[in-house]
């Protein structure tokens, strides 16, 4: 039996080697950093003093392989960050998503990094992105990038509902992000209901490629989940491909926000990226479908000078009627590395067009 024993524990030491072994050359298990909240301004970002770079992969045979990598002020972009005592030019923050934190494409096919590009160094373009989030935490996530960055524009990315999962009385409580509730006959904010820590535990299970590819390529759990929060308000290409009842407490929601942005950010100038319907117009619909939010939005910005909207949909329909070509990559949901230059060359246009940056100079 003793003897038994140990035959099977070497034949499984064996094959754990074995797999590893496959699972980071064969079929390459994803990799994601690690996450970090830091107890003073409570923004959930990555974790700048473990793993930095890495790829991720995408199902069972680890296709799709996209380079990350996590500059020092906790971030997934190709360039660092630095403080506002060490600003030289004018700076664009973009806050957004999934979409902008980028883990389906490479990070120099980033919509920072073609920006950045398309402004001609005349600008330092800082992304701000994470899975999940929503209006609400881009208001917290805002002040976080005042106090440390300063930037001059804040391009903000909304997309399906991210008005509407601002609000704790749409029943969704989302961890690691603030939202607000209704408080009389106003608003208030509410702090993260879960403190995230990134235990020894959970950094030694990581380094494992048999861990990594069960988890992140199969999607098999156990336990506590973490570090990933997937974008519950997103439908097939992006946009909002159902138009529900919107909630009474919709426009005075959006007009709190967007009156605290503009309250705590005097002399910013602030542009809304809104997302469009992108299946509609593969689809060849004439006719773009309802979009309450983004009505909700529009009424919300008015009277504030220094906010303006881009609607994505028209720019999506030029382009697609030009290049015949998807925006998104195979999730059907993300922009791939096309669709983050066709974003960013719009939102360069709309910068350059309201004289918020000006003119490249080639």
Same mark, same amino acid.
């Given at each position: 039996?003793?003897?038994?024993?140990?035959?099977?524990?070497?034949?499984?030491?064996? =094959? /754990?080697?074995? @797999? *590893?072994?496959? %699972?980071?050359?064969? &079929?390459?298990?994803?990799? +994601?950093?690690?996450?970090?909240?830091?107890?003073?301004?409570?923004?959930?970002?990555?974790?700048?003093?473990?793993?930095?770079?890495?790829?991720?992969?995408?199902?069972?045979?680890?296709?799709?392989?996209?380079?990350?990598?996590?500059?020092?002020?906790?971030?997934?972009?190709?360039?660092?960050?630095?403080?506002?005592?060490?600003?030289?030019?004018?700076?664009?923050?973009?806050?957004?998503?999934?979409?902008?934190?980028?883990?389906?494409?490479?990070?120099?096919?980033?919509?920072?990094?073609?920006?950045?590009?398309?402004?001609?160094?005349?600008?330092?373009?800082?992304?701000?992105?994470?899975?999940?989030?929503?209006?609400?935490?881009?208001?917290? =996530? /805002?002040?976080? @990038? *005042?106090?440390? %960055?300063?930037?001059? &524009?804040?391009?903000?990315? +909304?997309?399906?509902?991210?008005?509407?999962?601002?609000?704790?009385?749409?029943?969704?409580?989302?961890?690691?992000?603030?939202?607000?509730?209704?408080?009389?006959?106003?608003?208030?904010?509410?702090?993260?209901?879960?403190?995230?820590?990134?235990?020894?535990?959970?950094?030694?299970?990581?380094?494992?490629?048999?861990?990594?590819?069960?988890?992140?390529?199969?999607?098999?759990?156990?336990?506590?989940?973490?570090?990933?929060?997937?974008?519950?308000?997103?439908?097939?290409?992006?946009?909002?491909?159902?138009?529900?009842?919107?909630?009474?407490?919709?426009?005075?929601?959006?007009?709190?926000?967007?009156?605290?942005?503009?309250?705590?950010?005097?002399?910013?100038?602030?542009?809304?990226?809104?997302?469009?319907?992108?299946?509609?117009?593969?689809?060849?619909?004439?006719?773009?479908?309802?979009?309450?939010?983004?009505?909700?939005?529009?009424?919300?910005?008015?009277?504030?000078?220094?906010?303006?909207?881009?609607?994505?949909?028209?720019?999506?329909?030029?382009?697609?009627?030009?290049?015949?070509?998807?925006?998104?990559?195979?999730?059907?949901?993300?922009?791939?590395?096309?669709?983050?230059?066709?974003?960013?060359?719009?939102?360069?246009?709309?910068?350059?067009?309201?004289?918020?940056?000006?003119?490249?100079?080639?």
């Amino acid at each position: 039996m003793v003897k038994f024993a140990l035959r099977l524990g070497v034949f499984l030491f064996v =094959l /754990a080697v074995v @797999a *590893e072994v496959f %699972f980071r050359t064969i &079929i390459p298990a994803t990799s +994601l950093p690690g996450s970090y909240m830091d107890p003073r301004d409570e923004i959930f970002r990555f974790d700048s003093t473990w793993v930095t770079s890495g790829t991720n992969t995408h199902g069972r045979f680890g296709l799709r392989p996209a380079a990350w990598r996590v500059n020092s002020a906790g971030w997934n972009s190709q360039f660092d960050y630095t403080s506002s005592q060490e600003k030289e030019r004018p700076r664009i923050a973009l806050l957004g998503d999934s979409f902008i934190e980028g883990f389906p494409t490479d990070v120099d096919t980033h919509v920072d990094a073609y920006l950045h590009e398309l402004a001609g160094g005349q600008a330092d373009v800082y992304a701000f992105g994470r899975s999940g989030w929503y209006l609400a935490q881009y208001v917290a =996530l /805002a002040r976080y @990038a *005042e106090q440390r %960055f300063a930037p001059d &524009i804040y391009v903000i990315f +909304l997309n399906y509902q991210d008005i509407q999962d601002s609000l704790r009385e749409n029943g969704v409580k989302t961890p690691y992000a603030y939202q607000i509730t209704q408080d009389g006959a106003g608003f208030r904010e509410l702090e993260p209901p879960v403190r995230f820590v990134f235990t020894p535990r959970s950094k030694l299970l990581r380094r494992s490629a048999i861990v990594r590819y069960v988890r992140g390529n199969l999607r098999l759990t156990w336990g506590r989940t973490e570090a990933v929060v997937e974008d519950a308000n997103l439908r097939p290409g992006g946009g909002a491909a159902e138009a529900q009842e919107a909630s009474p407490l919709l426009q005075p929601a959006a007009d709190h926000m967007i009156e605290r942005l503009v309250t705590e950010h005097p002399g910013r100038d602030f542009l809304f990226v809104v997302d469009g319907d992108r299946d509609a117009i593969y689809a060849g619909d004439a006719v773009d479908p309802p979009r309450p939010e983004l009505d909700v939005l529009r009424r919300a910005v008015q009277g504030h000078a220094n906010v303006r909207i881009l609607d994505l949909q028209p720019v999506y329909r030029a382009v697609y009627a030009r290049d015949r070509r998807r925006f998104d990559g195979a999730d059907g949901n993300h922009w791939d590395a096309y669709g983050n230059r066709v974003v960013a060359e719009a939102v360069f246009i709309a910068l350059t067009a309201d004289q918020q940056l000006p003119p490249r100079q080639d």
